[in-house]
């Protein structure tokens, strides 16, 4: 009989998004693979998918239906490793595998950033701390994703099983990599743009947390030091159409160019001069993740996510303070200085070796024969006391 493996997040994009890899890891090592989440996206490499109600507010009544749906999956299943993502995957996850964990199931938690961390606001600490201080006691091994929250795991004692470092949900260093600039004239040209145009480059949702307001008060700084400076912003959200009015109002039309929901990032993404992100709070941000891996310099806020990842000066340049202006001189930096800018994209591209696909497998390969090993042995210790 196969050994079954469960996943878990608030959506099924998440699974789609970060870590096939590792559906496929699992079903070619011949498990049965589950998922458990909102969404009917087909997934491959998935043997069962439950379409959850989750919520991603904790406080939304849904989830209480959530959590009995997936107890039920947990208790019927007989799962051998459940492993959950996402805060609220997580939380209804290892609270619904209570009773599984005394039969022998292993339940693994990926946290892709702690919301309270340095820097966050109160409020997070006082509503997400103890939750995860406390469900750490529900969890076999809780993996983390940067430094900051791998040491605030140990030093603050959370309870895990193990607590353990991995370096992100990998990077396809395949799919994102540099292109000549033969390639870059050709692909600026369809979609658009000149062979001298200085483009900076960000994808994420337009929200608060993402913060694309503080790269547009940069611009306003930056359009008339650097004339050929564009802004590609490639995302939706609901402050989409509060940005679109700002860039309006302070005559960025030409400057700032909005993309919108993008299949083609790993395309556009070679053929630009500098990335650049702005959030207030980052796990390990994978599109700086795929710039670096395309050999782009990084001028980005600071936060752990991006600490994590660009060092000031030696691949890019971390703005303190969330400063327009600091941010402005930065990004003129880069345009000015040819040599430099070629330097920090090298850089970044040795620097993003340990996060790309195959390596970040291996780590959680390592991680999981663990627990795959215990399991085969409980099953054999199991079978010896029935024949003994």
């Given amino acids: 009989m196969k050994q079954k493996i469960l996943f878990t997040a608030t959506v099924d994009y998440h699974f789609k998004s970060f870590h096939l890899p590792v559906l496929k890891w699992f079903h070619e090592n011949g498990w049965e693979v589950h998922v458990a989440a909102h969404g009917t996206i087909d997934l491959p490499y998935t043997d069962s998918k439950f379409n959850l109600p989750i919520k991603r507010s904790p406080f939304n009544r849904r989830n209480t239906e959530a959590y009995r749906q997936l107890k039920e999956i947990i ?8 492993h959950c993502h996402t805060p609220v995957g997580g939380v209804l996850t290892r609270l619904a595998a209570r009773d599984a964990r005394k039969k022998g199931t292993k339940v693994l938690y990926t946290a892709h950033g702690f919301h309270f961390c340095k820097g966050a606001p109160l409020q997070n600490w006082l509503t997400y701390y103890p939750v995860e201080k406390w469900l750490s006691s529900y969890t076999d091994c809780l993996l983390t994703i940067n430094n900051e929250d791998y040491h605030l795991a140990l030093n603050h004692r959370f309870k895990a099983g193990s607590i353990e470092h991995i370096h992100g949900v990998g990077v396809d260093t395949e799919k994102f990599c540099p292109i000549s600039n033969e390639e870059k004239e050709q692909r600026r040209k369809f979609y658009g743009y000149q062979k001298d145009d200085f483009l900076m480059f960000y994808a994420a949702e337009f929200n608060k947390n993402k913060n694309q307001k503080l790269l547009l008060q940069a611009m306003c700084h930056l359009k008339n030091k650097v004339p050929n400076a564009k802004l590609l912003l490639a995302g939706e959200g609901p402050l989409l159409a509060e940005c679109k009015r700002f860039a309006e109002a302070n005559g960025l039309n030409d400057a700032v160019h909005f993309l919108g929901f993008r299949k083609d990032i790993a395309d556009i993404l070679p053929m630009c001069d ?46 303190q303070d969330f400063n327009a202006i600091t941010f402005s001189e930065k990004m003129a930096e880069i345009s000015t200085f040819k040599a430099q800018k070629e330097h920090f994209g090298e850089m970044s591209r040795l620097r993003l070796l340990k996060y790309e696909t195959s390596s970040v497998i291996h780590e959680l390969e390592t991680i999981y024969n663990t627990y795959m090993q215990r399991e085969d042995n409980e099953t054999q210790n199991q079978y010896n006391r029935a024949y003994i």
């Fill in 274 to 319: 500098l990335a650049v992100a702005s959030s207030l709070r980052e796990g390990l941000p994978v599109n700086i993740m795929e710039a670096m891996a395309c050999a782009l310099p990084i001028v980005a806020t600071d936060n752990r996510g991006h600490r994590e990842l660009v060092e000031d000066g030696v691949n890019g340049f971390i703005i």
């Fill in 75 to 82: 208790d019927h299943n007989h799962y051998s490793i459940i």
